[in-house]
């Protein structure tokens, strides 16, 4: 087995040595069959409905890939969180489905029209109404033709390295909080006062001491000024 992970590329850079890489594999395939699986993770990155600079080329080797490569022992897998971004021309080739909980109108749109051009079933058609209650873990297997099978599965947790998974943060170790010294933070927080001229500036050139108040007054608003639009 082998990972080939392209996440820290740019679409641009990935999409020459992707198409390449699918491309060369579909022809490996055909001259030495033997059982295959592969599993595209991020489908709407490697075959996107909307490709960008770059990716037209790489939507056809994937395409071609998922399309050609049953026909020699190779099974593919696609997975997404977003079903709306993926190729309708790759998602129309996919046989069976397995959906996860979905919130999104864009997403339970997508999954409902390959329910109605591939399964057409009323048993699935009900189950999309409910896409949104699945628990973590639960998911919705749709399967019209290989098992002819539409139900509702609970998978066990990871056992293996879960590199998916966020910091879950134990409340007993996180121990006592220490106490917040809130005058602290607001003198920490609080802008610098505004400088203040030296009185023999201000009276300077014979002005007068009601002439240095208003000059003490303009700079006391020109600072506030700065400090609310900064």
């Known amino acids: ?65 998922v399309r050609k490569s049953r026909n020699h022992l190779c099974g593919t897998a696609i997975l997404t969180q977003r079903p709306q971004d993926v190729s309708k021309s790759v998602l129309n080739q996919v046989g069976n489905l397995f959906v996860g909980a979905l919130y999104g109108d864009h997403e339970r749109k997508a999954i409902a029209r390959w329910v109605s051009s591939k399964a057409n079933s009323a048993d699935a058609h009900e189950q999309l109404k409910h896409l949104a209650e699945l628990e973590p873990g639960e998911f919705y297997f749709w399967s019209p033709t290989w098992q002819k099978l539409f139900g509702r599965f609970r998978f066990a947790k990871k056992w293996t390295f879960d590199g998916s998974s966020g910091t879950v943060l134990d409340p007993t170790a996180l121990g006592k909080v ?32 009601e002439h240095a108040a208003l000059v003490e007054e303009n700079d006391r608003l020109r600072a506030e000024l700065e400090i609310r639009t900064t």
């Not at 001259?31 to 295959?36: D, E, G, I, V, Y």
Request: net charge negative.
């Open 1 to 65: 087995s082998a990972v080939v992970d392209v996440s820290d590329l740019m679409p641009d850079e990935r999409a020459q040595p992707l198409d390449e890489f699918f491309e060369t594999v579909l022809i490996e395939i055909k001259a030495a069959r033997s059982p295959r699986f592969f599993v595209l993770d991020e489908g709407q990155d490697l075959v996107p409905e909307s490709p960008g600079k770059g990716e037209t080329r790489l939507v056809r080797a994937v395409s071609a890939f």
């Open 178 to 209: 220490a106490p917040v010294d809130v005058k602290a933070l607001s003198d920490l927080l609080a802008p610098p006062p505004p400088k203040a001229l030296p009185a023999a500036a201000k009276l300077s050139n014979g002005a007068s001491p």
